[in-house]
């Protein structure tokens, strides 16, 4: 069976829990099913394990050779973001690791213009940047996360 790292597991296993004023939200334990769900037959997930989502659908995944992966599901690409799990909070909280990974500016003020949204919605860029979209403020809505993620899926 497929195992999350201790320090990734302190964080699965407490409910609700945040990161970056909201950016990026760990999935809690109960829900790493739907997630595994969603995203099973997918090559790419065979050796990863959800375990957080962004505001904007993406996920990030600890593949078993021991990195920590980034899926901008939203943009159909992957990178690795950092090897072993000892450093992910500190490097959570880098400037240049979060202008690196993150899209924040864009975060900020969808949540001016849109409004916070709760942990079950994103959000979704339509038509999707992966398709042709754009990702810019104008081509934001709010949309339920999972059925986006399955969406976003499809099309990675």
Do not use: H
Not at 38 to 61: H, N, Q
Not at 86 to 96: G, H, K, P, V
């Amino acid at each position: 069976m497929k195992k999350l790292p201790t320090n990734i597991q302190k964080l699965v296993s407490a409910n609700s829990v945040e990161l970056l004023n909201g950016y990026i939200r760990i999935i809690n334990s109960k829900s790493i099913n739907q997630f595994l769900e969603i995203l099973k037959g997918k090559d790419f997930w065979e050796s990863d394990i959800p375990f957080a989502t962004t505001v904007f659908g993406d996920v990030v995944a600890w593949n078993l050779d021991g990195y920590i992966q980034l899926y901008k599901m939203t943009d159909g690409i992957s990178e690795i973001v950092m090897c072993g799990d000892e450093f992910f909070a500190q490097n959570i909280e880098d400037s240049t690791f979060q202008n690196t990974y993150f899209d924040l500016d864009l975060f900020y003020n969808a949540e001016k213009k849109y409004g916070k949204i709760s942990p079950d919605q994103c959000y979704a860029f339509l038509p999707i940047p992966a398709l042709g979209g754009k990702k810019e403020l104008n081509s934001i809505e709010i949309q339920p996360l999972l059925p986006y993620l399955t969406l976003l899926s499809d099309t990675f």
